[in-house]
């Protein structure tokens, strides 16, 4: 399964993908896309008349900025919406300004112990699949 830290993967050509396929495509749980869908306005893939979710290249691009912006960067869900808009708006502050007032709404991080001990990729991705599962949950526990 690839990592958020990897290139993305070279794009079919075609113009429309499924949810399916762009799960595949990102190594992201189509439950996280339709989240991610209801979080970031920078994300609205079309739907077909029979209801299904259809992502043009530009929604795929959009997913693995989100991806990289949440897992690489650290953003919370809200610092990456705003990193998004502001840059579809086209403001032209400094990249670092951006990634400052984007980061401003985390909470301080917390000292690491003397001696990290190095996590496994099966431990990263058991935390991050985890991660998705929580926050799709809460997403749930929102809408009651």
């Known amino acids: 399964m690839a990592t958020a830290a990897q290139p993305a993967p070279e794009l079919p050509e075609k113009s429309l993908f499924r949810i399916g396929e762009v799960s595949r495509l990102t190594a992201t749980k189509a439950f ?7 979080e970031f306005p920078t994300l609205q893939p079309v739907k077909s008349p029979s209801g299904h979710r259809l992502y043009r290249r530009e929604d795929i691009e959009t997913v693995f900025e989100i991806k990289r912006l949440l897992y690489e960067e650290g953003f919370t869900i809200a610092g990456a919406r705003k990193h998004l808009a502001d840059q579809a708006n086209g403001h032209g502050h400094s990249a670092a300004a ?8 985390r ?3 917390v000292e690491a112990p003397a001696k990290p001990v190095p996590a496994s990729r099966a431990h990263k991705k058991f935390l991050l699949d ?3 599962e929580l926050l799709a949950v809460l997403t749930l526990l929102e809408r009651e």
Do not use: I, M, N
């Not at 996280?32 to 209801?38: F, I, K, N, Q």
């Not at 951006?98 to 709404?105: G, L, M, R, V, Y």
């Open 130 to 132: 985890l991660h998705e």
């Open 32 to 38: 996280v896309l339709r989240y991610w869908e209801s």
């Open 98 to 105: 951006s990634t400052a007032s984007a980061h401003a709404d």
């Open 107 to 109: 909470p301080a991080p």
